[in-house]
């Protein structure tokens, strides 16, 4: 996500480079400042997803009889990561063709990287979701750069309900998450998200409201003939819910808790990348040289998942004073744009 290279969830583009204008896209706006408002939802996504898989880590992927949130399971995650993954695509792009003749070169080594870094973890851990991510984005996110920004849109509005009908989820929903969140940035929606407290706040409303209907329905088909129903209900409810929550979010951060909200969440949204490769090793770790049973007990697995967290944020707290971005973050730009970045922070 260059303007610092964010990851898995989101590559936040370079805000702080003008925008270059595409065909059938408004004007270009001036130089972005930075959306904090990503690094925070990107941070806490982070933590949702490692409080939801941290028991099929431990086991390797495989199933365990109870999952360590419950119902909340990393539904409440996926959505949200591959949102902002979209919504990072399209910033990069922006800020892409602002500094090179070949910008989606650029998109294409970047996905290639990510490809190749998600094979590497996929030796630690099958269930991982980069290699998923690389490919949609190839076959997916970069073709729709040369499409109107109202064709993806309508592509995403297609996909999303079809990854629903077919399953509730999968490389179908990830695809139609990405173009949605590039529609976001395309439209303009996500420049103004800073600015904005009544449209999340109606839309988290309309999306509680929803969950809550979507949730009565699934339980009035459980209790009919239809075997197919609930299936689609539960997975349109817990997309709704995901919806929701990030609302919530963004109306918090137009409150006197933005601050706490920035200093626990946005380092670890800023260096998500890192944490995201680096709680995998870190699980496999506590539960092989340390013998926790995190794939047998709750209580470890709360436990382990809130140590890992707390070091991830120190972690990255300090790491950020000094650098620009995290290491995995730095390599990946690396790869992005085919030269060494400056591994220091920015003067002021």
């Known amino acids: 996500m260059p303007y610092e290279d964010h990851a898995p969830g989101l590559d936040a583009g370079d805000p702080r480079t003008p925008s270059a204008p595409r065909r059938g896209d408004g004007p270009a706006g001036p130089g972005r400042p930075r959306i904090a408002a990503l690094d925070v939802l990107r941070g806490f996504t ?92 190839m076959l997916v996110l970069l073709p729709s750069t040369w499409l109107p920004r109202w064709a993806v849109a309508g592509l995403a509005a297609v996909l999303v309900p079809a990854a629903l009908l077919f399953g509730g989820g999968g490389p179908l929903l990830i695809a139609g998450l990405f173009l949605l969140g590039s529609a976001l940035v395309r439209y303009g929606v996500v420049e103004r998200i800073e600015r904005s407290t009544r449209g999340p706040l109606l839309l988290g409303l309309a999306f509680a409201a929803g969950t809550a209907c979507a949730r009565w329905v699934q339980v009035g088909a459980q209790a009919g003939a239809d075997a197919a129903q609930p299936s689609f209900t539960s997975g349109l409810a817990d997309l709704l819910l995901a919806g929701a929550y990030v609302c919530a979010l963004l109306v918090l951060l137009r409150t006197p808790l933005r601050p706490v909200l920035r200093v626990v969440f946005a380092p670890l949204g800023r260096m998500a990348l890192t944490g995201y490769l680096t709680a995998t090793v870190l699980v496999l770790a506590a539960g092989h040289l340390l013998g926790l049973p995190i794939g047998r007990s709750l209580t470890a697995a709360y436990l382990t998942a809130g140590a890992i967290l707390a070091a991830q944020w120190l972690f990255s707290t300090l790491w950020l004073r000094r650098y620009r971005q995290g290491p995995f973050e730095w390599l990946w730009r690396w790869a992005t744009w085919a030269r060494r970045p400056a591994p220091r922070a920015a003067a002021g």
């Open 46 to 137: 982070l933590c949702e997803i490692l409080l939801a898989n941290i028991q099929l880590i431990a086991n390797g992927g495989t199933a365990v009889a109870t999952q360590p949130m419950g119902a909340w399971d990393p539904w409440l995650g996926l959505p949200t990561f591959s949102l902002l993954f979209g919504i990072g695509f399209s910033l990069l792009l922006d800020s892409a063709a602002s500094r090179v003749p070949r910008p989606r070169l650029v998109l294409l080594r970047r996905l290639a990287a990510l490809l190749a870094i998600g094979l590497v973890h996929m030796l630690l851990w099958p269930g991982e979701i980069l290699t998923k991510y690389a490919v949609v984005g």
